[in-house]
């Protein structure tokens, strides 16, 4: 679908052409804090970089480069599994109140959703001639996150308000990768062009559904 029939709209980036009169270069760079108390001392950062160079009068190379780490938020209360062990008041009921028991059995983990995002593109465009234009390129594209980011208001206290009950960190990752070549010949009266592409998306995530059921099924077993 495309246009109007887009599901939720539609965003169409065109990447810029390498040129073959002369060399450019952009730099952009960041720093983030999270400085909130209970979340303080979380810092990340971000840059990306675009470089376009001639290699001859009808051969030119562009690539850029970005990456970026965002500081988690999120704190994770990790179970241990143990049905000696208490997770709060009441160790059997799936999203107890740490109200009395902020740290509880198990491991305590600060922003635990901290993520990472990187890549980058290349393009080789050859023109011989005014008829004659092709450009090859390959993009990859990454995101890794630590953890969803997920939590149970009903876990909220004053020393951490952004909390969840796990049993295991909930990973998740996307990495993205575009092939393509474009080719177009102008006959005068036509022009002919052709575009090829090849595209590989692979994604995973890990939900921990344990906080939700073991209640339900009778504590911990």
Do not use: C
Request: avoid cysteine; aromatic fraction near 12%; charge should be negative.
């Amino acid at each position: 679908l495309y246009g109007a029939s887009e599901m939720g709209g539609l965003v169409k980036v065109v990447p810029n052409l390498p040129e073959f009169k002369e060399f450019s270069g952009q730099f952009v760079g960041g720093i983030s804090a999270l400085d909130s108390g209970w979340n303080g001392g979380g810092g990340g950062w971000k840059f990306s970089t675009v470089v376009n160079t001639p290699l001859s009068d009808i051969l030119a190379l562009r690539f850029s480069f970005h990456s970026s780490v965002d500081p988690g938020y999120i704190n994770i209360h990790q179970m241990s599994g143990s049905p000696n062990d208490q997770y709060g008041p009441n160790g059997l009921v799936g999203y107890n109140s740490l109200q009395s028991n902020v740290y509880g059995a198990g491991e305590f983990i600060k922003n635990a959703n901290k993520n990472e995002n990187g890549g980058g593109r290349i393009a080789l465009r050859f023109k011989p001639n005014d008829a004659f234009d092709a450009t090859l390129a390959f993009m990859y594209d990454s995101k890794v996150m630590d953890s969803l980011p997920n939590y149970e208001p009903a876990l909220s206290t004053s020393q951490s308000p952004l909390t969840a009950d796990q049993f295991q960190l909930q990973p998740s990752s996307t990495h993205y990768s575009l092939a393509s070549l474009e080719a177009s010949y102008d006959f005068g009266p036509a022009v002919l062009h052709s575009i090829t592409g090849w595209i590989e998306r692979n994604h995973s995530s890990s939900v921990d559904f344990a906080g939700t059921t073991y209640g339900a099924l009778g504590g911990n077993g």
